[in-house]
């Protein structure tokens, strides 16, 4: 059965202001699915069939030109970048007609780059990621973290694990050579695996690189593989000190809680929760939330964090009204004043520019009022508290 994505909305109305949308998302994400459940009648073609890509290489216009009475819906289209200055022609002869293509891809660098070389000002730039909990709700916490987002784990939790290995090994043995000129793929697969394990962490290429006996540059550019291929993100620290020094290196987050488990060998859900990774697994799907958030509203990300070199943090500051909503992340049930306190401290010294109240996002059964106007909220809200703030 289909599920519904919060992207539609903002698919229509990119469809209605551009001659072309690119969809990008990590792979197996169920950008196909989406796409051809929104645009039942378009035309469709995938260019992980090498018949069609040689067709569109080969012979660009004819291929095009199979198009011209509906729109058409061009998948994976990384494969064939050569179409894409074609692609810009057939736009600009028929500027007015919009909604006319829809481009998907798997990967953000070199694709943005032709992308943004060929069709700017033409295209539209979404992203679809995995599930979010408001399009796939769940009942507990530990089957939230376990099962992810990726649809097939998430609606089938008894493939769960043969799924995530096999992802891990198309991810390395083909998505990865794609990217990047990667010839070690048995240190990069150990590099995914010691990433895991720093996942909300920040991110220290030094460690990694002694660990594995490469270069920071390799570390710092394989990160960047991780980033385009959607498996994990860095969140940027807030610029602003407000009087103290500050930690200026990005936190490490896998993107998806269920990768972020197998490859940590958590043994099961209530273990994963219960154990010394429990309070990252729920931090990393609060900043998750985040980020999809904004993808579904078509938005840029606005999200950071905040550490001083003296001990303060907050886990996220999200930029919303010219303001920072702080928010802390907590896996006690069990809200109490001493959790509100870096919030308190941060909006002291960030002025006007901090919005009140301050968020602790934990396991809470309620809504629960903290000192000096702070709140409380279940990790379950989030989401809704989300999509009602945007």
């Known amino acids: 059965m289909y599920r519904s994505r919060q992207l539609g909305t903002t698919l229509r109305s990119a469809l209605s202001a551009f001659p072309a949308v690119l969809l990008t998302g990590p792979r197996q994400s169920g950008k196909t699915t989406f796409l051809r459940h929104e645009l039942a009648d378009a035309h469709y073609v995938t260019f992980d069939d090498p018949l069609e890509r040689d067709l569109a290489t080969a012979d660009p216009a004819a291929f095009l030109g199979r198009f011209a009475d509906r729109p058409a819906l061009l998948d994976e289209i990384q494969y064939v970048p050569s179409l894409l200055s074609h692609l810009k022609m057939r736009i600009d002869a028929e500027p007015d007609r919009l909604g006319r293509w829809v481009l998907t891809g798997s990967q953000q660098f070199g694709l943005m780059r032709d992308v943004s070389e060929s069709l700017a000002g033409r295209v539209a730039l979404l992203e679809l990621p995995p599930f979010s909990a408001l399009e796939l709700p769940r009942e507990t916490l530990d089957a939230t973290l376990w099962d992810g987002g990726y649809p097939i784990p998430a609606l089938h939790p008894d493939r769960r694990d043969l799924w995530l290995r096999s992802y891990i090994a198309t991810y390395v043995e083909r998505d990865v ?18 990433a895991a394990a720093r996942h909300g962490q920040v991110f220290h290429a030094a460690d990694l690189a002694r660990d594995l006996g490469l270069s920071q540059p390799t570390i710092k550019s394989w990160a960047g593989v991780l980033e385009a291929s959607y498996v994990a993100f860095l969140l940027a620290p807030w610029h602003r000190n407000y009087g103290k020094r500050v930690v200026k290196t990005p936190k490490l987050y896998f993107f998806d809680s269920a990768l972020a488990t197998f490859l940590t060998r958590q043994p099961d859900a209530a273990s994963a929760l219960a154990g010394p990774m429990g309070g990252a697994l729920l931090e990393g799907w609060v900043v998750s939330e985040a980020a999809k ?26 930029a919303l009204g010219g303001k920072l909503q702080p928010i802390e992340v907590k896996l006690s049930a069990t809200p109490t004043p001493g959790h509100a306190e870096p919030l308190d401290r941060f909006c002291a010294l960030a002025g006007d520019e901090a919005t009140r109240p301050g968020l602790v996002v934990c396991r809470t059964d309620r809504e629960r009022h903290l000192p000096n106007g702070h709140l409380a909220i279940p990790w379950s809200h989030f989401p809704t508290w989300l999509q009602a703030n945007l």
Not at 177 to 194: E, G, K, P
Not at 302 to 307: G, K, N, V
């Open 177 to 194: 050579r794609q990217i990047r000129n990667v010839t070690d793929l048995h240190a990069f697969s150990q590099f995914v695996a010691l």
């Open 293 to 318: 958030a904004f993808m579904a509203a078509g938005r840029k990300s606005d999200l950071y964090f905040w550490r001083s070199h003296d001990g303060l943090e907050v886990d996220l500051l999200i």
